[in-house]
């Protein structure tokens, strides 16, 4: 089985770290492949980015597509271009906001998700709606740390969201944590042991859930929204997704 | 006051057709400017072609604000690039969607949106969900015609739409309709006076509402998620979208 | 175009003030007729002020359509008698805390609404949840000042509701600000510039909205609930009410 | 135990009516007074006659008050007034539309209702969503029948409501019918008879429950909203209700 | 009319005490008969007690069908094995939870719940959801005291549930408050004094519910998902279940 | 790894087929260990079967943990017993509704359910409101079949499936099946070549879930309401599951 892991910015130190944690997680026989875009933002931390990051997105889908891949994972936890994704590929495409709180659904009572910027809560506010996820959803707290910031070893920011994570537990009485974003995905099994309480992150959640797709032969169905879209022309440099 | 009223897609003669219906219900000294981007589908009929006309709409925000633009009207019913180009323009940013819908909930019990393809009224329920306006959406109805036949006088469009628009007020208890098509735009009076019944032309609906908030000094707020996007670098040909 | 703002309580000064923001904004070629009951209650401050505000509310409704106004508003931020109004007016009815969540949420994520008096916060949040605006209404807070303290410019009122005001920005998160009560009209520059915040006063508001629908040509749909009430007789000395 | 059981219209045949099934279920010691007040509609068909009502309403409720009534029954299926009457009486009020779909929800999976016009059917959703009754109520369903027809013995209304309740439990997948008016308490046993299924009469469950809450001593809270309003002067016709 | 008062724990004490409190409230004439079950748990703190309480209860159900009683009250907040109960009695069966809440509702515009252990609040916040309650409950608040501390006259169990009934008040702004453990119940006047509130005790409460609608001649409706369960073979000790 | 599957009710030969359908998709390396109570009814038709089912599949919980088994499935579609399965598995624990409808979301629009009788189908509404699934839920749908039909080649279940299977697809806009009874899991394949849409089987896709838990490290979080249940003393022949 090939999956086709996209980081939808254009930071590959980032992409490398996910990859990593994917294959630790991985079936036997199961391909990760991790991708980044060639055009796009180098984060995505505001409506803009995660619009923008999208045509980059599609072009990954289709040459997946192209070269046969069983399964996609979205990995921001902004779910960007996920419905388009789905309309172009013939496998089953998972976000990785929407793998960890469905997982995360299943194993507690109610959980918080942990993020980097403020500004970006109220899109996991409108994704845990879109995926039914809300009455599980206790809160969305932000440590107001840049994106790229944990990329950096020299930034405080592993200290900065295992606090959070602590106050997520006592305060917002959750009984699990769901890493809000893709760059956090190495600190899962560390966070989980600072605070005893099951963790999860949304790259992990994502590959298993796509490999669970593929196993059981679903696919996204083509019978509503996410046929397969009309072709037609498109103007200027983005014309190469017309056809 | 000087609205920019954005087709995301890229066929003018629809945008043309906008452009007179928009200056029809404007204010005395509102200049309407209606333009289409250089880039994109030359219809959004599917998540997919409505994520690739972001960049294009979000190309003719930034020149909006260069030129001194008051506010904005995305005259799609997906209301694509919405949020995206709330963090990027100073003045307010209005979807068609939105404002047919905020209106329709102001004249009457429940409304019926009726539009062109089947696909896409899963978006428009989500948009319902999104604006609050579930409680007044009674139904979403597809008339089966690509969004272009609109644009041609040789089809059967308008009897098709005018029949739906009858079965809507019948069939679902609406007593408000709304048109769930930009290029519906020139036949509001038409379906009115044929079904008795008021009709809520987004686009028009939209401009008023861009007039009303410049009238009372309201900007979208910069607290929150929309604030300004933080600049970083974007790769590729999406380069200028940086800085 | 001949709107009649109608203050259901009937206190003049208060009235007039509203008339002088309501023209403020009005365009050129509105006129606006500001006018209190004959009858009812001096304020309104309680679900009994409320319901026997509607009377005198309605005499003015009627009036206003042997005088061939062309839409109402009603301007007392619990919105009584909305429904019987549109019932019996042909051209639109809004109600100003309607007009105020509307516009508030379509300039940011989420809003605050400060009012006078606490007993009436449950009222707001039956509006947010009839309106759809709920999901967009992160609280309603009371200064706890009497409606017609707001009146005496002797009254500590304006620094009070700042200050209740500001906390709200930093405790609820919102990002828009919604002022309560219709005698809070005048306030509405001065707490934008001390909170840095868009701040929404409905009496402006609706105001804008009942212009807009009236140059789209929209009035209330009489095929439904809001159908002209059916005559019959009344008894006592609400007998002018029948026919 | 003295309840006043208060038929908000003018019509004394229907408040008599109403005495004689209301005392048919009330307990040993339990005395009914069955009134209508001096001044309002003759019947309830609109939201102007409902909010026209509520003067009248109040009055009862003051004498009530003034003669030392337990606990009040509002008897029109649109519950008019029902949060101004909290606020002035000291014991419980309740209403038949809130005291019906309560003890629907008590004994089924969901219930239709089945009232007399098309018109008010808007509002009696809008009573489930206020009383959390949404998730139990099936359908609202109009016979078309004005609310006096219901008082002519020559009229057809027996067999039109009984066929439409048969209707509901087939069409509707209720379990339960509940009667839309008032007027209809008379009706309870009959309909019940002919379809099989448990038939919920307001005015029965709400003299019920109004001897249940006097029974185990519980009045309105005065802690929130529903507190004894704020006096204060009232002018014109409406003076009687200030102080 | 004779109810049968089933407390699903195994503690006798409790039991007699709920049938104290119990025949306080019930009409002259209704015969209260309070039992627990020979089979099950001492006290119900938990999915695992609360469902291993259950054939008990059902046993208990099948004894009171054999021995003619007119309705049954579940008398444990988690309200266990109330849809099987009704599936199997032929008179209405009510749960305490169910009970109070709808009681609170109709007396204030929110409540708070105390209850005993914190584990069990999530299955208190289930059923406001079951019941359509959500809206009006503000709080569900853990005093962490074990059920049978209610049973110990020298533990400090009083004095805590009064400062946690205090603070429910202040903090969650309700103006009800709903008693969380039937061993509550003889607790409810002494709380109502002591915090000037109405408390609602789901024991009380379902006991006038139950005589409610006996007097009203409904029964739980058999046409729907409460239909008598179709009889099958059972194996092992609970064999006796089939038939 | 091991998992439990539990066929709570006690027909083994649906047993053994559910576990020749798990082991068809389970990865190399799990073991599929399928299993009925020794007590209980033959097939669960009623929330009275569901309720008695749950002591047998209890005990089937208890003795996989002393035989370490690291995740359960309960594999049938009311979910008997999940929260008190729950609180005693160490391991994840999941349902094959939730299971199945979890799936289906990931892969479409909108799902119906397709169940055996009409009795059951509240249950269905009530679990895809638990699990947040109800705004993906279009509908539930019974062949009035009984579950043993199932078990008998030469009944006409087959065909009757298959056609409810094909009217969900066209008059409920549904772009997936989901089947809601474990004894169609062998059919999965069958119906979906016959409608040609992806069809979820809940056993299948519980199997999957809990590999991916495991696979995950992820575990039933302790802290909250799952936290393992307070040992006490039980009576009678329910004293094995006290201590």
Redesign the interface.
């Known amino acids: 089985m090939k999956i086709r892991l996209i980081n939808p910015n ?1 930071t590959w130190s980032m992409t490398d770290k996910m990859g990593v944690c994917a294959r630790a ?1 991985a ?2 026989g199961t391909i990760i492949h991790a991708v980044s ?7 995505i ?8 990051a ?3 997105l ?1 072009d990954e889908i289709r040459t997946g597509e192209a070269e046969g891949f069983d399964a996609y994972v979205i990995a921001c936890f902004g779910d960007p ?1 996920l ?2 994704a ?3 590929a013939a496998g ?1 495409v ?1 976000g990785i906001a ?1 793998a960890a709180m ?2 995360a ?6 959980f918080s998700v942990v993020t980097t910027l403020g ?5 996991a506010w ?1 994704l845990a ?8 959803c206790r809160n969305v707290r932000a440590c107001e740390l ?1 994106v790229l910031a944990l990329e950096d070893p020299a930034s405080d920011a592993r200290r900065i969201i295992i606090d959070e994570c602590r106050r997520a ?1 006592t305060e917002d ?4 944590l769901v890493l809000g974003c893709a760059g956090m995905t190495d600190l899962c099994e560390e966070i ?1 042991q600072a605070t ?3 963790v ?1 992150d949304g790259v ?2 994502a590959i ?2 796509a ?3 593929v ?13 397969t ?2 072709r ?8 190469r ?2 056809g």
Chains 1, 2, 3, 4, 5, 6 share one sequence.
């Open positions: 254009t997680v079936a036997p875009p060639a055009i796009g933002p180098v984060s931390e505001s409506h803009y980015d995660d619009a923008l999208v045509p980059g599609l271009g419905y388009a789905r309309e172009l089953p998972i929407e469905h997982a659904s299943l194993i507690g009572t109610g500004r970006t809560c109220g899109q409108d709606d879109r995926y039914g996820m809300r009455r599980f840049p537990l009485h959750s009984d699990v989980s005893g309480a099951p999860v992990a959640a298993k859930m490999e669970m797709l196993a059981l032969g679903l696919k996204t169905s083509k019978r509503g929204d996410f046929a879209p009309p037609k022309p498109y103007l200027g440099d983005l014309a997704f017309g």
